[in-house]
Each structure stands twice: as structure tokens, then as C-alpha cells.
């Protein structure tokens, strides 16, 4: 079956949503601006995980035209003042977190720019997937200004502070094998190749047992930022939770009873 519409009466034009199956994809749709982020696209964003369907088990992030996402609208915050850019950037924060800890994991879908706030974006989700032209820049530094939507905080924990200190004084690039190799993508992938690639990651991940879907999501990224003493025990506690439900019983049923699949290469 081909894709469907998704949420097409809540997202503005410069998004569109879609699904296949379990999955939903949601297209940052304007590409003149090279998908540079407007208000509306952020709270349109807000809106489509706030509005996924409950029997969606996964979503690709994805972008029309040849770059994944050039920023922050740099034409929208011309006038700003202090206050008005702390909400701003609180409203990206916001939005961004309801993509990294909402109810289903995302797949990014990266190509051409990924930069500013567009890295920012891509950083929120669970797996990058990044074309061969992808590059990965953090220009701020040239336009006077500084991360705003959660880049300081997710960005070290992906790449470390010292690189993302050299992105943002030096202006850096890094393509896509570059990306790949500091820990911004987990998967590289031909030019053209991404979207499809990035469907069948999903596709897969909506097949997970839906416990260990939210283990990984919700529980690891706070067991592995917590102090260890208090991990281990979320850990043992979240793993319990996971093995108790029918699902886990099931599948490890399948397996000794030789109905599921062994572990094997991809
Ligand atoms: C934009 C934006 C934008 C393009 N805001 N309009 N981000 C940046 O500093 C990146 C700025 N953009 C670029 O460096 C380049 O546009 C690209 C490398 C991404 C693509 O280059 P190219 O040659 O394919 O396109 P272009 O001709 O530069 O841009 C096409 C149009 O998109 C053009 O508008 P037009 O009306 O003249 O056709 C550009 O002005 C427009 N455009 N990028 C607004 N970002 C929460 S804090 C986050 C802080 C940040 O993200 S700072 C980083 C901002």
C-alpha cells in the first residue's frame, strides 16, 4: 500500500504528514527556504506528535527538496528582543522534547544542509540516516548568535563539547563520513537512498515489542545520564516491568520453541 495522508487539516503547508502502515512520516515541506524553521513549522511539528494516531509505531522525519533543514527562519527573528528570544527558544525546547521523549521513536531522514537549528532538530531524534551529501555545520557562530533549541545540551552528548566548541567557533563542516564517524549519524547511505532506508529502520522498530520501545526512549537516556547508583536500580526495575508484560513471555517463548528469528546481519 502507498503512503496516506496524515494530518493534513492540522499542519500548515511547509509540512505534510503522511503514513505507511505503522508509519508515520512527517515531511518538513519548503524546500524554497531550504526548510529553514518558521513559528509555524515548529508548532505544526508540536502538533503532528501531539496528533499521531495510537496504532503509529514509529515516525521518519524527512525533508523535501535537496536539504534536510537550514536553521532557525533567520527572517523571523530580526526584531527580537531578550525576553521575547528566551520564550522563543523555549517554545523550540518545547516542541523538540515531545520529539525525543514522545510516545514513539523517530528516524531522521538527513541530506544536503543539516545545520543551525536543523541539526538541533535532527538531534531530538532516536536514529540519523544520513545521505551522502548531508554536511553538518553549526553557523550560529557567524551570525552573532547561539544554539536555541536544545542543541547545547543534546549536541555534547552526541559528539562531545570539544567538537561541537570547534563547529561553533570555526565554522567547521563535516560530511557525511565525518558526521558518521563523530557519532552524528548511525547510518550513511546513498544519495537518494535515505528515505527508503529510513522507512524500512522505522518499519522494523514498529515491530518491536512496544515495552522496549519505551525502555529505550524514556528509560535509557535518563538511566544513562543518572549517577550509577540510582541507574542500576532504574534499570533493574525497567527491565522487570518489560519482562512481566504477555508480549515478552510471547516472544520469548517463540524463540525457545524455534518460531522467531535468530540474531543475524542485517
Ligand atoms: C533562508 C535560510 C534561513 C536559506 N532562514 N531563509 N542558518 C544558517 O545560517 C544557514 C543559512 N543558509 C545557508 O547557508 C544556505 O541557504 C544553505 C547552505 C542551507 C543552502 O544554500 P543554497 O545555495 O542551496 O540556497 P540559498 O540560495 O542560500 O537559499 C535559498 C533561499 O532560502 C534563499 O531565499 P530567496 O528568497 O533569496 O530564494 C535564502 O535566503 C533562504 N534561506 N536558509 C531564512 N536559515 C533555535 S536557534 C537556531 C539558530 C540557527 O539555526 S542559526 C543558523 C541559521
Not at 551570525?143 to 567538537?163: C, E
Amino acid at each position: 500500500m502507498g503512503p496516506q495522508p496524515l494530518l493534513v487539516d492540522v499542519l500548515p503547508d511547509t509540512l505534510a504528514g503522511s503514513r505507511r502502515g505503522p508509519v508515520a512520516v512527517l515531511t518538513l515541506n519548503r524546500p524554497a527556504k531550504r526548510n529553514a524553521l518558521c513559528d509555524e513549522m515548529i508548532l505544526g511539528i508540536e502538533r503532528f506528535f501531539a496528533e499521531l494516531p495510537d496504532d503509529v509505531g514509529a515516525v521518519v522525519l524527512a525533508a523535501a527538496g535537496e536539504h534536510f533543514c537550514a536553521g532557525l527562519d533567520l527572517g523571523e527573528m530580526a526584531e527580537r528582543d531578550a525576553l521575547a528570544g528566551v520564550r522563543h527558544s523555549r517554545m523550540w525546547h518545547r516542541v523538540f522534547e515531545s520529539i525525543e521523549f514522545g510516545r514513539v521513536p523517530v528516524v531522521a531522514a538527513l541530506k544536503g544542509a543539516v545545520v543551525g537549528g536543523g541539526l538541533e532538530l535532527a538531534a531530538a531524534a532516536h536514529v540519523r540516516v544520513a545521505e551522502r551529501s548531508t554536511f553538518y555545520a553549526l553557523p550560529e557562530g557567524q551570525r552573532g548568535i547561539f544554539v536555541g533549541g536544545g542543541g547545547a545540551v543534546r549536541l555534547p552528548r552526541l559528539i562531545g563539547v570539544a567538537r561541537m566548541t570547534d563547529l561553533m567557533l570555526t565554522g567547521r563542516r563535516y560530511d557525511a563520513d565525518e558526521g558518521s564517524a563523530v557519532g552524528l549519524s548511525q547510518y550513511v547511505v546513498e544519495v537518494g537512498a535515505g528515505l527508503e532506508f529510513a522507512l524500512g529502520l522505522a518499519d522494523q522498530i514498529a515491530g518491536n515489542a512496544a515495552q522496549t520501545n519505551f525502555a529505550v526512549i524514556q528509560a535509557l537516556p535518563r538511566i544513562a545520564e543518572a549517577a550509577p547508583r540510582e541507574g542500576y536500580l532504574m534499570e533493574a526495575m525497567m527491565a522487570a516491568i518489560a519482562q512481566d508484560t504477555d508480549d515478552a513471555k510471547q516472544r520469548m517463548r517463540d524463540f525457545l520453541e524455534g518460531r522467531a528469528a535468530k540474531v543475524t546481519d542485517r
